[in-house]
DNA sequence: CTGAAAGCGCTTACAG
DNA sequence: CTGAAAGCGCTTACAG
């Protein structure tokens, strides 16, 4: 494993000077160096298989063309990884590169993590939460180009990406309404769990459900509270549907939670949807597809987050770099904290309309 | 947003030279500078917040404490995110932190990924597959410090940390033998899918379930392949549990498959565990333990096929910086091209003696 | 149009 | 025991 080149090496073989191929390779040869010496030096790279190197190019622009990226925990959900592919693919695209950390909800963790990446001298920061939830913004990233993904800022300082959930849940409800239900039942968790206490998704969930409800002239019932997961689902929806006025539909707060339903549904003897019909949220690929019936759901943003949130903190450094004139740009309104992402409604197989009894 | 202290700032305060500071702040200060002007750099320090700039530090050591990942598909499943986690959080132990790429099974998207790592000055490559495959290794890994997780190197170059397929395997077919069960057939994919021609779980998963069947005495069916999901694992168990011999257990190759299966015999009325038991494989969040009833299952070690991995390229680097004297050491053994991991066996409620007809 | 010099922020021999 | 100098590999004014 040999020295990798320099462009010093490369001069010399080019014949000209450092300065030379540094201009030439940067494009800024043109009307300033010979068109001769131009496709020498060129060449003398292409042989040497030369590349800048990045580290060097990073101490002496001052920026190193890397984002931090800090994270509750990747691997909570099955949609970490969507939000992380799409801020790497965004990267990628623009020539960045990411330094990914997990906190795994440890503040300590959290502070040590944005310190080594301040002491690296990444250009940007990114916060990306598992769950819709908020988050307080610490000093650091108020002073650093930012953005969080799927969070709002409670400081009111950071821009924050995440998903319409009122609108998503008010398509979810849609669908029901459209095919004839009057008799729908909510299932959902509460809005805490074991790691977030303020959940936004269920409460912008429920007001879109509600919404499209009401707007259609259904009765909103009390909701049914179980919790986030399959078997929380399973339990909830034994219990409606042996009510003497089961309802012909379920709306559930989550796809973990339909499959649940699915389940429960199937342990009755109801055929889903001939019997009941059930949708989800979220287009959890483990759930919503996969499931027999496969879902109607809601396809959560999560890749769309992390792109957006990463092309966020691109214009930001460029406003940096370039202040527009009257010092006025893309800066955020005051107003303007959060910017709400589409959920699509995603027609699957587990809505038809209710039996007529 | 002023200007970070630079060691300048630090040793005009404390009233030294740039090198002092260095030296105290590398620990290196003990018989090379007074005790008194060590207290005045550290104080000088603490009170500016100063920090090394790590870039700077990168040029100067050669070396830049960052290992690039590349993966061919992070959201693929739920379990990229754990065996990142792992990766992270021993990068984190150690000091390093880590660039990550996704390629999607691109191969000119890979390739630039690991261009662009070595561009920048990555000290160690690392390789992460989302299913248990053969990778060949790109020249790039072999003469650089590097390691494989979730897949073995066909060019047998690079050491590749994987989960013990055929031992994991092998004790989900003792539970059920244990149980009593002498009716068992197995439920499984294709060794292909859509993004991998050579999935190594199968064979393995299969000589394990055999050979704990076959030394228990237990007669080896002739698998039934469907597919990985849900579905596929649905129609399978469907059509083998109407059969006039139906076993009293199913072996299923993942979870997914599994949680079919679960299904189907609710379809047919039967009862898991009582009527037919089922074990899964993978021990996935999403359908194991939140299954009703939680499945048996093997867990697989992603996490640990994740730090594994980053440790040994630390120890790869460490070998570098002091190579051992004879000039062997922990290189690797011709043959060790690979090293299996526990795949724990986790005992939920899936399983029960088969009822005696 | 081209090359020599300075400097990004550090660390490490090397003189004193 | 301490400071001045060199140098990691680049890019960008600045002289010529």
Redesign the interface.
Known sequence: ?HRRPTAKDVAEIAGVSRSAVSMVLNGRGAGNIAADKQTAVRAAAEQLGY??????R??RLQR?R?VGVVTD????S?F???L??GA??AA?RHGY??????T?FDAA?EE?AY??LV???VDALLYAAMSYSRYRSPEVLQ?TPSALANCVDSAGAVLGFVPDEVAGASAAAQVLVDAGHREVVLLAGDRQNETYDDLLAVPRREAGYRRALEAAGVRWQEPVRGGW???PG?EAALAVLQRDDRPTALLCGND?VAA?A??AA??LGLRVPQDVSIVGYDD?E??AA???PPLTTVRLPFREMGERAFEHVLALLADHDAPSPAGVGRGLEQSEVAVALECPLVERGSVAPPLTR
Chains 1, 2 share one sequence.
Not at 73 to 76: E, F, H, R, S, Y
Not at 97 to 102: K, P
């Open positions: 494993m590349t800048p190197d990045s580290v060097a990073s101490l190193t890397t925990a990747i691997a909570t099955p970490g990884g969507r992380l592919e790497i693919a990628e590169v990411l330094v990914v950390m997990d795994h963790r040590g310190r080594t002491d690296r001298r002073r997961e399959v078997r399973y973990r649940g699915v389940l199937c342990h959890d483990n759930f996969p499931m027999v």
